[in-house]
């Protein structure tokens, strides 16, 4: 009975409530991230932290390279239930461990000639390591399909369990005398594979594997996803560009300073992550104007939210720095700043980027993901050499300024958004108001 109760309140949940999940969720694994980032940064120093994420940033950043836009057109057919979700499912799920194998044969060739200013060891873990591309591929259409499914629960769990393990791990070889690049990668990559086949053996077994119309899923699929492609690529070349150059122009130990600054401006994603997991399957459901409406509603009320949050984190930031990872980290400062305001600029963007796609247009943030992305390109070659890694962020703040700026203009030109839908308003907080006062309700009808 009990479970029964629980069961009914999660699907009673409103989209406030599914948010606010996953704020929590987020938060969550914003802290075992830090803490692992801790173990990491004290005991490996930067050169150290900067080899181990040389050798584990390619699984997924040559996954989500190739993913054809599938998970993206999964949520959004699934939410217009036209078709059948199984068949949807499965086939993304067969054309994803294909696209995953290939993303291993790619990077076994890339790898050593991008790496080649790294030790042997090092090259051949993060070469060994590509086995988990098709983990990564699978994992995102699990969580595309969760989503579509408002199974917010369950998108959760598989989230911070694999974080919470490789924090187990690293406490273990703390314990036990073995904090190394190496072994420490493991426990970063290991623990993304149970949950991964139990999450794929829970939706198998509600779909089953046996479904028909395979290849009228996959014309679906591909046909919303290669529209949505570019996005899925400027999007992950977005996040990992940057490392991905700083690892060939510049030195191990400048990389560990730069992901540690990288990775603890992102708590910053902690609020777009929790809101566009929600928006875009909820506004896929809607009318054009609905969908927009809700999309500029949500987005400023979090553009508030977001920048007061990140000018705290501005002004402690040395604090912040030199408390978690130690006096070694120090000259990281001025660059954790700059990507404090790059990752609020970077948010908000994306929260717009949802009324595009889920209105059925994923073409516009395609153009304006993979034109910013060039640019990002540009700009970085030609800022590291000069600034290091402070050319590298104030690389993607331009960018990320560049790239809003397209949105605003899109969004004004095209689509007649008058200046009024950017401003907030009192009647947006007496919405918010009201939706909290129905999420109570709702908890408190479903107990």
Known sequence: MAITNLMKQRRNWGSLGN???????????????????????????????GEQAAMIMWPRFLAYSLTLGIPAALVYYMKKKDGNQGSLYVTALYMCVLLGCAAMGIGAVIIPYWMKGYSDEVIEFAVWALVMSPIAMIGTVNTAALQ?????????????????????LLCVLVVTGHVTPFFT???????????????????????????????????????YGIRSYGTD????????????????LLSPSSLGLYVVSLNLAKMLNTIQG?????????????????????????????????????????????????????KSFLEAVTVFRILIFQTAVTSISWILAQGFMSIGKPGSVTIIRITTLGMNIILMNLFIPLLG????AISLLATSLIEITVIFLIYTLKHKVTFQHWIISKSDFLW????????????????
Not at 274 to 282: D, E, G, H, Q
């Open 19 to 49: 948010v606010v999940q996953i704020f929590a969720s987020n938060v969550f694994i914003l802290g075992l991230n830090v803490l692992t980032g801790i173990i990491i940064a004290r005991f490996l120093g930067p050169e150290g932290r």
């Open 389 to 392: 890694i402070q050319g590298a």
């Open 274 to 326: 929790a809101i566009t997991s929600v928006l875009f399957p909820k506004a896929s459901g809607l009318q054009q104007a609905e969908a927009l409406s809700l999309t500029f509603k949500v987005t400023r009320i979090s553009t508030v939210v977001t920048f007061v949050v990140g000018a705290v984190v501005y002004v402690v930031a040395p604090y912040l720095l030199i408390l978690l990872y130690g």
């Open 432 to 447: 918010l108001l009201d939706r909290i006062r129905k999420q109570k309700a709702r908890s408190r009808e479903s107990t």
């Open 148 to 168: 579509s499914r408002e199974e917010y629960h369950l998108y959760n769990f598989m989230r911070y369990i694999p974080v919470l393990g490789t924090l187990i």
């Open 185 to 223: 990668s493991v426990a970063y990559l290991f623990p993304v594979i149970p949950i991964a086949v139990w999450t794929t053996y829970k939706l198998i077994s509600h779909y089953k594997m046996k479904q028909k119309n395979k290849i009228e899923s996959g014309k679906k699929l591909l046909g």
């Open 233 to 248: 690529v400027a999007g992950t070349f977005s996040g990992y560009i940057d490392q991905i150059l700083v690892v060939g």
